[in-house]
């Protein structure tokens, strides 16, 4: 069984940065896809960005220019550096993946447990 595993969030002021990683555990046999979502309180979850294997990188527009997504391919390992942060971006931020766990199995979604960010000054 594949999970994903998520670190790097915490507590920033406004303009700060901060990176998060997420990588599978467990048998993983390809990816074809790793991203980012997040989830505000009271709010609904919303794509931040996300990259699939050999394609471009897709930012949702607000994120765009604060925000890269980067992929370690070697490593399975997704990256999320996110700058020049505001308070609007506090959200717990979920990592998924479309992963394939054995090569005669169909590609499924997984997602990480969620990281807090907090922004504030």
């Known amino acids: 069984q594949v999970q994903l595993v998520e670190s790097g969030g915490g507590l920033v002021q406004p303009g700060g940065s901060l990176t998060l990683s997420c990588a599978p555990s467990g048998t993983v046999y390809s990816i074809d896809a790793m991203g980012w979502y997040r989830q505000a309180p009271g709010k609904e979850r919303e794509l931040v960005a996300s990259i699939t294997t050999g394609d471009s990188p897709f930012y949702t527009e607000s994120m765009k220019g604060r925000f890269i997504i980067s992929r370690d391919n070697a490593r399975n390992t997704v990256y999320l550096q996110m700058d020049s942060l505001r308070p609007e971006d506090t959200a717990v931020y979920y990592c998924?993946?479309?992963?394939?766990?054995?090569?005669?199995?169909?590609?499924?979604?997984?997602w990480g447990q969620g990281t807090q960010v907090t922004v504030t000054s």
């Open positions: 998924y993946g479309i992963i394939r766990h054995r090569w005669y199995a169909s590609p499924e979604n997984y």
